[in-house]
Structures are given as C-alpha cells and as structure tokens.
C-alpha cells in the first residue's frame, strides 16, 4: 500500500540534498519518509513490501550512513547545564509515553539537551545494518536552524510551523530560547487563539512583536491574513538561501495529516 505524502506545515522539515553516500529517514508516528540517492516515497509502517524495498534501498554499498530524524512524540528540553543522566527517563514522564528507547540529543551551540522516545517501528530492518546510524529529533533540526537566523534580534521573536490540524511555536527573547510546544487545531479562529495566548503569556505586544512562518503556502492564507491584522508577520520562504548550513536551500514539509492510502 502506497501513500502519499503531500505538502503541509506541521514541521518543519530540511528537505536534505542527499549526498550520494547518506540515506535520510524521517519517523512519524504511523508512517515514514526515505530519501536516498534515487528513490524518495513514503510509507506506513504495516507494508511489509515497501519495507522489504527500504530494506534493500539501505542494503545499497554506496550507502554508507543513515540518519533518521524522529517526529514520532514531544521532546522534553532541558538547559544542558541542569541536565542529569542518571535520571532521563524522567524528564520524559509528563511529556509522552516512555514505551520506546530514549535518545538525547545536543543542540549545536551545547545549551540544550533534547529528550525523546526512538521510534522503533524500523528497528527489525536497521538492527542488521553495518552503516552508522545517527538519530535526531526534528525539534534539534529546528532550533540548529533557527538559532543561525536570530541575527542579535532584540526582543520576542515567535517562529510558527504550521499544518491542518496543528502549529508548533518556538518563541526567542533577545536571542535566548524560551518556548517551545504544538497545539491541535480545527480552523483558523483556534490558530489565533492559541497563537496569542502564548504571545501574551511571553509578554508580547501586539503590534510590536512579530511572528514568523516557516514556510509560505496558499493553503493557508487564511491564517496569515487574520494574524496580520494583529501583529507584524513574516516568512522564512522555499527559496531563500537559508538552509545552506543544512545541506539544503529548500524546504520539504511533511504532514501526517495530509497522507492519502
């Protein structure tokens, strides 16, 4: 069974210029994306075909690393001067399930650790692999990211990724990181709910604060056009050359809502 993955803002995701010798999955809850050197598709993880074709797409020899980006549960984050190893498991307990293995991760600039649960839905096709095998969780993608474009802004900055039937929100003050969460949403009026609920709760000032989409689509030029008139709003955009640090100039967004079996 075959899926399709459309595009969407739920997150923000580097669609990775793949380098000949890296093979690049992403894990959602119910399903995964591979990019390799020539073959991008999506699929559930129940297929027994198409993991049978990833299976052999990895087996490749030009392929010398696989790095699997996890979008599968919330992160717990934690200043990594404040971070305890002996007690991992813990930060996870009010966030999500701990049914899986823990990863960590650092962020670039060494000021966070990042605390989620591994997806292991793939592990029966990895656990054979020779290849190194790194793991990250989407929300250290982004922050690495975001953090090279605060360019020493003053004041709030509110960055949004947004899909159908959520947003995520991470919020800088004077180039620190401060917030990070999704919310679920129906429509357009909860969007902006949510949104200036949290502006509010950051001591923004509508008006004087502005807020940032990742990405700029026409699906939702609804919600665009209702904050705007609220707040100054702006856009990180498909064709900026902004994610050269990332092994790419372009945005990919994938949204589970907008799979179709």
């Known amino acids: 069974m075959l899926v399709q993955v459309g595009i969407g803002l739920q997150f923000l995701m580097q669609k990775i210029k793949t380098k000949i010798s890296k093979a690049s999955i992403y894990q959602f809850e119910n399903f995964f994306h591979l990019n390799s050197i020539n073959e991008s598709f999506s699929s559930s993880y129940s297929d027994e075909n ?43 307990e009010t966030n999500s399930k701990i049914s899986r293995s823990i990863e960590e991760d650092t962020s670039i600039d060494k000021k966070l650790t990042v605390i989620y649960s591994k ?9 054979n692999d020779e290849k190194k095998i790194n793991h990250t969780n989407h929300f250290t ?10 360019n ?24 620190k990181f401060v917030f990070f969460n999704s919310f679920d949403i129906s429509d357009e009026n909860e969007f902006l709910y949510y949104t200036f609920f949290v502006l509010k709760n950051y001591h923004g000032s509508i008006n004087s604060d502005k807020i940032i989409f990742l ?13 705007s008139k609220y707040s100054k709003i702006d856009f990180i955009e ?22 179709r079996k």
């Open 152 to 175: 020493n802004s003053d004041g709030l900055l509110f960055f949004i990724s947004l899909s159908d039937i959520s947003f995520e929100v991470i919020i800088f003050n004077n180039n």
């Open 119 to 127: 997806n292991e839905n793939l592990s029966q096709i990895l656990k």
């Open 50 to 92: 198409q993991l049978k074709v990833v299976a052999n797409i990895l087996k490749n020899d030009s392929i010398k690393a696989i790095e699997i980006t996890h979008f599968n549960s919330p992160p717990s984050i934690i200043p990594s001067k404040y971070y305890d190893k002996s007690i991992k498991a813990k930060y996870l």
């Open 215 to 227: 990405g700029k689509y026409e699906r939702f030029n609804k919600f665009y056009d209702l904050v």
């Open 141 to 150: 993608k982004l922050y690495n990211y975001l953090i090279g474009q605060l």
């Open 238 to 259: 498909d064709n900026i050359n902004s994610l050269a640090s990332h092994e790419s100039r372009s945005f990919s967004i994938l949204n589970e809502n907008n799979i």
